[in-house]
């Protein structure tokens, strides 16, 4: 079976651009999840989705940001304006929240450069 | 809020060495508790998980018990390898919440 698939692997803009990450998550699955990993920071969520609504984004760090779930098989996170402090890599992951102990499968992320 | 630490790394050992790393925990109720390995490059994936107390999660080697007592879940290997060297992340909970993440370097 095919994972979590993210796009780009990698990206170099400058600064202001529009980035567009991409995610598809595993088939079956009703959530879904945005991570943020910096070596300053570690790994943060930033939004997560369940059946395609967004439940948590309390973590997007500001209002450049923004994530959209169109359906049960795609979702997007947009920066625009961009900035060099959102250097990082960027993971979508998915799971099936339905009991305890769930799984969440990551992509392997995307690694993000604003110069 | 929830939350998670790790000792901090590196860790370094040569290879066959015994490998603890620490992770204790802050929570309300009782969360599930998971490990996480991620190889360079790549992202994360499960290494194992326990959901109730006394719980112990194993794989590949790597154990980890869920002790409610001390809000622990230290992970061990008895013997590393050089291919077990990546970062190795401490979560509870099924929106999980990680610890900042312990980097292993095993020599040969």
């Known amino acids: 079976d095919a994972g979590v698939i993210q796009s780009p692997r990698h990206e170099v803009t400058e600064m202001g651009q529009e980035v567009t990450l991409r995610c598809k998550p595993i088939s079956g699955h009703n959530s879904l999840f945005w991570y943020r990993q910096t070596m300053m920071r570690g790994l943060e969520l930033l939004i997560y989705f369940n059946n395609n609504v967004p439940i948590d984004d309390s973590g997007m760090p500001e209002d450049r940001f923004s994530a959209k779930m169109p359906n049960a098989s795609f979702s997007t996170l947009k920066i625009q304006p961009s900035e060099p402090r959102d250097s990082a890599v960027y993971f979508c992951a998915s799971s099936f929240q339905g009991r305890s102990g769930n799984t969440i499968y990551f992509g392997e992320g995307s690694w993000l450069t604003v110069v | 809020g929830d939350s998670v630490t790790q000792m901090e790394g590196p860790v370094t050992l040569s290879e066959e060495a015994f490998l603890t790393i620490n992770c204790t925990y802050t929570?309300?109720?009782?969360?599930?508790l998971f490990w996480y390995v991620q190889y360079p490059g790549e992202g994360l994936q499960l290494l194992l998980k326990a959901t109730k107390a006394d719980d112990k999660g194993s794989n590949k080697g790597f154990e980890a018990t869920y002790r409610k007592e001390t809000t622990s879940f230290h992970l061990e290997k008895g013997s590393v390898q050089v291919s077990d060297s990546a970062v190795y992340f401490c979560?509870?909970?099924?929106?999980?919440?990680f610890g900042r993440g312990t980097s292993l370097i095993v020599h040969p």
């Open positions: 979560a509870l909970n099924d929106i999980p919440t």
């Open positions: 929570a309300t109720g009782y969360p599930s």
